[in-house]
């Protein structure tokens, strides 16, 4: 259970409260540099955060997609580094017993970039409940999303020496990158939550933050591509351009956004006398989670769906790049084609998803949605299987592209109608921790596969595993109409009163 607000967080309220009723009407006088900021990240009537986290969402689209560039780079040179050993240096032999590839810190280099999903699914899934409880237990929040900015965008900078000499500490790097992202992003959603406590403009803020997300992620893609390709620059050159590219937006975007427009915040509860904030955090996760299975059984199966699917949408990208690089034997700048298609179809893939929850139910549309991935997935694994099917990749990307467009969306809107009224700040954390729970499994399975000389189609196709799973889980909450009005009935004595880590108070306004 959460612990009572502290005195200085309900001070912090009324005074935002009452300041920012002033912002609504002199907005322009209390947002830095105003006239300097482009009109996209500004918002008029708004708490000064928004056009912060406004500007930080466009440097998350920078972080996110340098890492896409980054990763054939590694492979190569991994396969570069497994080659060189393949050879006894004194008899010019090939010493690696017939295995094509070789090895490199004993595992094969196309295991490279799943092994970092491995690592870094698990560190994240463990650190998340500490990051949760730093933010509603103590008063440094902001220390945690403007430290984890820093270290981000010093991480870009160091990955731009990306070589033959580096490649394996910039791969631990990947590991760090992926912990400090999830930190950062506790700290921002934790910010977000607060901005309104009226639904529609809490609705049109995050609407708000995607869109320059996306915007920064396909222009980031779009830039880095064209100078790749006016440079002649090979997958290294093209990592290298990508992370300098990165360097300069997170750099400049996080230093800006973090220390003028984001204000500090105070703990939001005490943490308990007699526990830590490392058993805090993880007792929440274990109480709700408790509580959930014992008496919301469609957010119980819901939560169990996300874990499978989620964790697949996630790792599809890690899998698919060493899927190209290897199997298909495309570049960096085709391999950035390809993710253009996904990005580029999801635009579309959004409003199929939309339109079809509106004529069925956003539960059936979710259910048909993962068919379509595993009729795409398994095809692509079937019809991919050489250099020869490379123009074919880019319309599995498109398909892929639609279903994330579609899923994910969905599942906000499926969710949003199956939760107790009342409890939608609260268990938001919930979702955010069962998305990233099983994100280590797909990339170990795959690992597994790929380690043990069982072709790569098939490590394709095991994506379709977690697919399946997260289809039978939402097939067993039944019937959408009875899930919704389960959820809609007062149950005062099985409250989840608690909040989760990040999303602390729903009350605390700072519009």
Not at 423 to 435: A, C, D, K, R, T
């Amino acid at each position: 259970m959460a612990g009572h607000h502290t005195r200085e967080a309900d001070e912090f309220e009324v005074d935002i409260s009452t300041s920012t009723s002033n912002e609504s009407s002199h907005a322009h006088h209390h947002i830095p540099l105003r006239h300097h900021i482009p009109r996209l990240f500004l918002f008029d009537n708004g708490p000064v955060e928004a056009t912060g986290l406004a500007l930080n969402s466009f440097g998350r689209g920078a972080v996110g997609m340098s890492t896409l560039f980054l990763g054939p780079a590694l492979l190569v040179l991994a396969k570069q580094a497994a080659t060189l050993d393949c050879y006894n240096e004194a008899e010019n032999e090939s010493a690696c017993d017939g295995d094509d590839e070789g090895r490199v810190y004993g595992m094969k280099p196309t295991s490279l970039l799943t092994n970092i999903g491995i690592l870094s699914g698990v560190l994240s899934t463990l650190m998340l409940p500490l990051f949760g409880a730093i933010i509603d237990h103590t008063p440094h929040r902001k220390s945690i999303g403007h430290g984890s900015a820093i270290i981000l965008s010093i991480v870009k900078g160091i990955e731009i020496f990306v070589s033959q000499h580096t490649w394996f500490a910039v791969s631990i790097l990947q590991v760090v990158n992926s912990v400090l992202y999830n930190a950062h992003n506790c700290a921002v959603y934790a910010y977000s939550a607060e901005l309104s406590t009226v639904p529609d403009e809490q609705t049109k803020y995050n609407a708000k933050f995607q869109e320059i997300n996306y915007i920064s992620m396909l222009s980031f893609l779009v830039i880095v591509m064209m100078s790749s390709t006016l440079l002649g620059a090979d997958d290294i050159w093209t990592a290298r351009i990508s992370q300098i590219l990165a360097f300069a937006i997170c750099s400049s975007v996080f230093s800006v956004s973090w220390k003028l427009y984001v204000r500090p915040r105070p703990a939001l509860s005490h943490c308990p006398s007699d526990s830590s904030l490392l058993k805090s955090g993880f007792w929440k996760i274990a109480t709700t989670f408790s509580r959930i299975w014992r008496s919301w059984y469609a957010l119980k199966y819901f939560l169990l769906s996300v874990m499978m699917s989620e964790s697949a949408t996630a790792a599809l990208s890690t899998i698919s790049t060493t899927y190209m690089t290897h199997v298909l034997e495309m570049d960096a700048k085709q391999i950035g084609q390809a993710f253009l298609f996904v990005f580029i179809a999801g635009i579309p893939g959004s409003k199929v998803g939309g339109m079809i929850g509106v004529a069925i139910n956003p539960l059936r549309s979710a259910q048909l949605c993962l068919v379509v991935f595993i009729i795409n997935t398994t095809f692509a694994a079937l019809v991919l299987n050489g250099p020869e099917s490379q123009n074919a990749m880019y319309a599995f990307a498109a398909i892929w592209g639609v279903c994330l467009g579609w899923l994910h969306p969905t599942h906000a809107a499926l969710y949003s109608t199956i939760i107790p009224r009342g409890q939608e700040s609260e268990l938001m954390g919930v979702y955010i921790f069962s998305g990233s729970l099983l994100s280590w499994l797909p990339p170990f399975l795959f690992s597994c596969l790929n380690e043990t000389d069982i072709s790569m189609d098939i490590g394709l196709a095991s994506l379709n595993v977690f697919f399946a799973g997260g289809f039978v889980f939402l097939w067993m909450i039944g019937e959408y109409d009875c899930a919704v009005d389960f959820a809609m009935r007062p149950r005062e004595d099985i409250s989840l009163s608690w909040t989760p880590i990040g999303t602390e108070s729903p009350h605390n306004d700072l519009s």
